[in-house]
Nanobody
Framework: QVQLVESGGGLVQPGGSLKLSCQAS????????VGWFRQTPGRELEMVSC????????DYVDSVKGRFAISRDDAKNTAYLQMNNLKTEDTGVYYC??????????????????????WGRGTQVTVSS
């Protein structure tokens, strides 16, 4: 069964850290771009970070540059998002997906039109004191 399962979210104080995991099954994750997206109340879904073998370096939205780091362990078929120095505005539900895209640019464009079936359950990140 083709599946992506997110985990690792939780409640953390501002300045804290979390590491999200995206476990793939039924396909080889390294063959595709994998992006982390977040849904924040009152805001549109945004791509926070993305990694692809066809891109020279990972992508990050400006608001997380220097704080978040995306990585992938091909032996475990898992992608990660290390989040440091978390801020209250990082609160939201985080999703990982590939949409079978091979580059981050294509993944971000496809995500704008992806329906609910393209997304897993996500993992909730709450940053609060």
């Amino acid at each position: 069964q083709v599946q992506l399962v997110e985990s690792g979210g939780g409640l953390v104080q501002p300045g804290g850290s979390l590491k999200l995991s995206c476990q793939a099954s039924g396909f080889t994750l390294e063959h595709y771009a994998v992006g982390w997206f977040r849904q924040t109340p009152g805001r549109e879904l945004e791509m926070v970070s993305c990694i692809s073998n066809l891109d020279p370096s990972p992508d990050y939205v400006d608001s997380v540059k220097g704080r978040f780091a995306i990585s992938r362990d091909d032996a475990k078929n898992t992608a990660y998002l290390q989040m440091n120095n978390l801020k209250t505005e990082d609160t939201g539900v985080y999703y990982c997906t590939t949409l079978w895209a091979h580059t981050c640019e294509v993944l971000e464009r496809m995500a704008r039109n992806a329906d609910s079936r393209s997304w897993g359950r996500g993992t909730q990140v709450t940053v609060s004191s």
